[in-house]
């Protein structure tokens, strides 16, 4: 079933999409047994994508009660909120000089898409552009460990429960953009880090949100064990 070069990373991807999509909730069991009969693989590579899963957060793996999809704590949410918010801050500031004309063009566009993906309920349209939006300026920066550690984060906090959406929570992020790129547009550094750090990232702005996100993909969850 699995044949390409890197089992690992095809039952890694199989495991990240299961998660993604509603598939594997918080709180499911993984049994690795049934995962590598399903799969057609042996137990080798599925322990060592359980492995990767486990240190980007994904999982846990639990005497006695197997390798179990985490849920994320309020203040685990806090944390990741701050940490991205000044790890992205300290590449703006950093990268700033050598975003161009055309990046700035670039991010115009991705957020002209996002707003026409959103009118379209194309809601995994919108959350790829928005992530492709971030990378325009993260990308600038030569720092690879930063890159490599913010991507899981950001998955962790919206791949868990990415069924449900926010509309009014989408576009209150496009408006953040747009302030973003207008700080750029002036040569104003510090501004443009700020919007993201204490803005686009501030957990005081987005909690109310979040919090009617979960509410609402729990719900769902509540209903769909009901039917």
Not at 53 to 65: A, D, K, N, Q, T
Not at 165 to 190: P, R, T, V
Request: proline share 2%.
């Amino acid at each position: 079933m699995l044949n390409t070069i890197s089992l690992r990373e095809q039952v890694y991807q199989y495991l990240s999409n299961q998660i993604q999509a509603g598939e594997l909730r918080p709180g499911s069991i993984i049994r690795l047994d049934k995962l590598s009969r399903e799969l057609a693989v042996s137990k080798t590579p599925t322990k060592e994508a359980i492995i990767k899963l486990e240190c980007e957060g994904f999982v846990e793996i639990l005497p006695r009660r197997g390798i179990v999809v985490k849920k994320l704590t309020n203040q685990e949410i806090k944390d990741l909120y701050e940490i991205i918010g000044s790890l992205e801050a300290t590449v703006i500031l950093s990268v700033f000089d050598q975003i161009t004309k055309e990046d700035i063009t670039k991010m115009k566009r991705s957020n002209a898409e996002q707003l026409k993906a959103l009118e379209h309920s194309e809601f995994d349209k919108y959350y790829q552009l928005n992530l492709d939006f971030h990378n325009y300026f993260l990308n600038l920066s030569s720092n690879t460990t930063l890159r490599m550690y913010l991507a899981p984060n950001k998955q962790r906090l919206y791949d868990f429960t990415r069924r449900e959406y926010l509309k009014d929570w989408e576009m209150l992020n496009l408006q953040e953009h747009d302030k973003f790129i207008k700080c750029i547009e002036a040569g104003d550094s510090e501004g443009a880090a700020l919007v993201i750090k204490e803005e686009h990232w501030g957990w005081k702005v987005h909690e109310p949100y979040f919090i009617r996100y979960y509410e609402l993909n729990n719900a769902s969850e509540s209903l769909e064990k009901s039917v």
